[in-house]
């Protein structure tokens, strides 16, 4: 398939082909049932993921694809699929994945690298909206996303997945497994909706994450400056001023995004 529709990567776009069938029925399973549950992948390339998210039950598959190139490939897949695949040709950086179907919703995808990060914090906004995200990450992001406070990966997006999320690497998947192989390994991470996530607005919460770890190895009482009083703030949540970022809970940075919010 790739050589007839010349489908050679291109890095530009972030491709990273994953083509072994049972890896990505092993993927599919990860996410669980989705029996009835519409699936949003992102960047399907050739179809590899595509094809196993359409042997489970879900309802849909909606596969968000940039490169026209892989569009016109997966034409023939779509015609198999008897009305349970649609190609949407665009950015996924600039589709409101919400809108394209009802729920029940999942995201399952091996994301582009050059736009994973972005791309789960504009989901991560409004989680409620999916059953789950099942996402493929390079190592290291997905090693931030599950790293526990006062460890060296803890950081802002450890805090922000944790906050509203449940999150739990699933699955390593090797250099070797894709074509062509990145430089790193990658990890399938699953993330679920808290049922209920500490209450907070949510653009106070990036303020507060944003400043904290901007310099972490600060305490609080200087790294949160730039917000105003920050030993107040820090009073009002109940944090030693002391502290420095990569100690706090996603507890406590709700708190500080609740005070900050009264500011």
Same mark, same amino acid.
């Given at each position: 398939?790739?050589?007839?529709?010349?489908?050679?990567?291109?890095?530009?776009?972030?491709?990273?082909?994953?083509?072994d069938?049972?890896?990505?029925?092993?993927?599919?399973?990860?996410?669980?049932?989705?029996?009835g549950?519409?699936?949003?992948?992102?960047?399907p390339?050739?179809?590899?993921?595509t094809?196993?998210l359409?042997?489970?039950?879900?309802?849909?598959?909606?596969a968000?694809?940039?490169?026209?190139?892989?569009v016109?490939?997966?034409?023939?897949?779509?015609?198999?699929?008897?009305?349970r695949?649609?190609?949407?040709?665009?950015?996924?950086?600039?589709?409101?994945?919400?809108?394209?179907t009802?729920?029940?919703?999942?995201?399952?995808?091996?994301?582009?690298?050059?736009?994973?990060?972005?791309?789960?914090?504009?989901?991560?906004?409004?989680?409620?909206?999916?059953?789950?995200?099942?996402?493929m990450?390079?190592?290291?992001?997905a090693?931030?996303?599950?790293?526990?406070?006062?460890?060296?990966?803890?950081?802002?997006?450890?805090?922000? =997945?944790?906050w509203? @999320?449940?999150?739990? /690497?699933?699955?390593? *998947?090797? &250099?070797? %497994? !894709?074509?062509?192989?990145? $430089?790193v390994?990658?990890?399938?991470?699953?993330?679920?909706p808290?049922s =209920?996530?500490?209450? @907070?607005?949510?653009? /106070?919460?990036?303020? *507060?994450? &944003?400043? %904290? !770890?901007?310099?972490?190895? $600060?305490?609080?009482?200087?790294?949160?400056?730039?917000?105003?009083?920050?030993?107040?703030l820090? @009073?009002?949540?109940?944090?030693?001023?002391?502290?420095? &970022?990569?100690?706090?809970?996603?507890?406590?940075?709700?708190?500080?995004?609740?005070?900050?919010?009264?500011?």
């Amino acid at each position: 398939m790739l050589a007839t529709h010349g489908l050679a990567a291109r890095k530009a776009l972030g491709q990273h082909f994953l083509l072994d069938l049972n890896l990505t029925a092993r993927i599919a399973r990860t996410a669980g049932s989705l029996d009835g549950v519409a699936v949003i992948e992102v960047g399907p390339g050739p179809g590899g993921l595509t094809r196993a998210l359409l042997e489970t039950g879900a309802r849909a598959v909606l596969a968000i694809e940039r490169d026209p190139r892989c569009v016109a490939a997966l034409a023939d897949l779509v015609a198999a699929a008897a009305g349970r695949l649609q190609v949407i040709e665009g950015d996924a950086l600039e589709i409101d994945a919400i809108g394209l179907t009802p729920q029940p919703r999942a995201v399952i995808a091996n994301l582009p690298y050059n736009v994973a990060t972005p791309l789960l914090i504009g989901w991560l906004r409004r989680l409620e909206a999916f059953r789950s995200l099942t996402l493929m990450f390079q190592k290291e992001v997905a090693d931030r996303l599950v790293a526990r406070p006062g460890t060296k990966a803890y950081g802002r997006l450890s805090v922000l =997945a944790q906050w509203r @999320a449940e999150v739990k /690497a699933v699955l390593q *998947v090797p &250099a070797r %497994a !894709f074509t062509p192989p990145p $430089k790193v390994d990658s990890t399938v991470v699953r993330l679920e909706p808290r049922s =209920a996530p500490e209450p @907070a607005p949510w653009d /106070a919460f990036e303020r *507060v994450t &944003a400043a %904290a !770890f901007g310099q972490r190895r $600060k305490m609080l009482r200087a790294s949160l400056r730039s917000l105003g009083d920050a030993e107040g703030l820090l @009073a009002a949540a109940g944090i030693d001023p002391t502290a420095r &970022a990569e100690t706090i809970t996603p507890a406590g940075f709700a708190a500080l995004a609740r005070a900050f919010s009264l500011v």
